[in-house]
């Protein structure tokens, strides 16, 4: 089974959506491997974000992903699970993101879009190292 790292985010737990944003994800048919509220550390946003290290919203993205508890999941698929996540959660941009998926019907800020999907395998099993390094 091939799995992923995925983040609610902490405007997501802040507004009541995590439920959702899981119930969403399970009834696509993905499976829950690993979940856990925390509050991440500034160091591990550091490491989890290191690919936008010096772009201009660096600072203000790591504020926010450290600013209050966020909800870390593990999921689990049949295969390209990393690209089933992308697509229920749409476009990064959420005014340009589809209706249907979870930035597109939840968030209208870039800066507050919900929910963090790796990007690729690579990425998938680096964020599963960072986040859970036991798994
Ligand atoms: P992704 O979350 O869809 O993978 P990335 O390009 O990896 O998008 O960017 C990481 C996060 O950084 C985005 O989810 C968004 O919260 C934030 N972000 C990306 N680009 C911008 C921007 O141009 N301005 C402000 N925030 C941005
Ligand atoms: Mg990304």
Known sequence: MDRTLVIC???AVERGLAGQIVAR???KGLK???A???TIDADTAGAHYGEHKGKPFYDSLVSFITRSPALL???EGPGDTYKVVR???GA???KEAAPGTIRGDLAIEMTENLVHGSDSQESAAREIALFFPRL
């Open 9 to 11: 985010k902490p405007d």
């Open 25 to 27: 994800l399970e009834a």
């Open 32 to 34: 829950l491997v690993a």
């Open 36 to 38: 856990e509220l925390r």
């Open 73 to 75: 999941l593990v999921v």
């Open 87 to 89: 697509t229920l959660m």
């Open 92 to 94: 990064t941009n959420p």
